[in-house]
């Protein structure tokens, strides 16, 4: 029977082949999760908070898992209190449909968002972040080899946990390992033929900053995805949208899409110049992606 006196608390900062890997702050433990949790159709995953009775010095296992903030199946991880979204100027040119989309999956998920132009010495991103200032985000301009730019980015990772995303060959992992002390994750060339990184990251994982927080660094993807609770994330993504909330409620209709009806006080905003035409283009877009989705795919 497990000795609950010696019952601690940590985070799981990696999980590979049924082994989880739980930091209290101070030792990481192997732990295995307890055996009951198959039946609850619940295991651990990458950010959960648990409570983990230490066998050993080094070995332990999982008792009990804290309710999450948030989950994300792309890449699986839990309770992320930032979503950094990476662009660059070229190799790939950023791609504002796919900043707008991201944003508005953390914001259904309780995550802040933050956006960052990386490689500032590939061209002028002044006009990109002011699009994403106005709207309202914390936007960056950096570059990986300029420690003056990192300074005011660095300090959103403090006390928290921080996943980054963006298209492959954005810089992810150079910019992770410029911004902290003893990181060395690896990076991959740019391939000129598909315009785009090679894959360098293998699984997920969290590591430990010197702000007292976690960074993510996650196996290379276009995009985090919104795979479940699709129905609810539809209805709600004029509001995930949140430089269209000043707005939603001078429409006309009551059951407005804030696409093209008459009286549509966002489309007001939008044709005055105070929500941006590429913000509303990309949710048109996404919108219309979701269409399709209906109550019964509502997660369960």
Not at 76 to 84: E, F, G, R, S, T
Not at 255 to 274: D, Q
Not at 291 to 299: E, H, I, L, N, R
Request: positive net charge; contains cysteine; glycine residues 8%.
């Amino acid at each position: 029977m497990e000795d609950k006196s010696i019952l601690r608390e940590g985070v799981v900062i990696k999980a590979i082949s049924g082994f989880y890997y739980v930091s209290d702050s101070v030792n990481t433990f192997e732990c295995k999760a307890r055996g009951n949790f198959r039946y609850s159709k619940i295991s651990p995953i990458v950010g959960d908070r648990v409570k983990f009775n230490a066998v050993s010095e080094k070995t332990g296992v999982i008792v009990e898992i804290s309710p999450r903030k948030n989950s994300l199946n792309r890449p699986v991880i839990a309770n992320i209190d930032k979503l950094i979204i990476i662009s660059s100027f070229k190799n790939p040119a950023p791609d504002l449909y796919l900043i707008d989309r991201l944003t508005a999956i953390a914001v259904f998920n309780n995550i802040v968002p933050i956006i960052v132009f990386n490689k500032s010495d590939m061209g002028d991103f002044n006009e990109f972040a002011r699009i994403y200032k106005n709207a309202g985000f914390n936007t960056y301009i950096v570059s990986a080899f300029d420690n003056k730019s990192l300074a005011d980015l660095k300090e959103e990772f403090k006390n928290c946990i921080c996943a980054m995303t963006g298209n492959t060959g954005v810089g992810k992992s150079s910019l992770i390992n410029s911004m902290f002390n003893g990181f060395e994750l690896k990076t991959g060339e740019i391939s000129s033929a598909l315009g785009r990184g090679r894959h360098t990251t293998r699984h997920t994982e969290l590591f430990s900053n010197e702000l007292g927080g976690y960074v993510a660094d996650t196996p290379g993807f276009s995009s985090i995805e919104q795979s479940d609770d699709l129905y609810n994330f539809k209805l709600q993504l004029p509001r995930c949208f949140r430089d269209f909330l000043p707005y939603l409620d001078n429409c006309k209709f009551s059951t407005c899409t804030h696409t093209s009806e008459p009286g549509c006080g966002v489309l007001r905003a939008v044709n005055s110049g105070f929500i941006e035409k590429t913000r509303h283009n990309s949710y048109v877009t996404l919108l219309n992606e979701l269409k399709s989705v209906t109550g019964w795919q509502k997660k369960k």
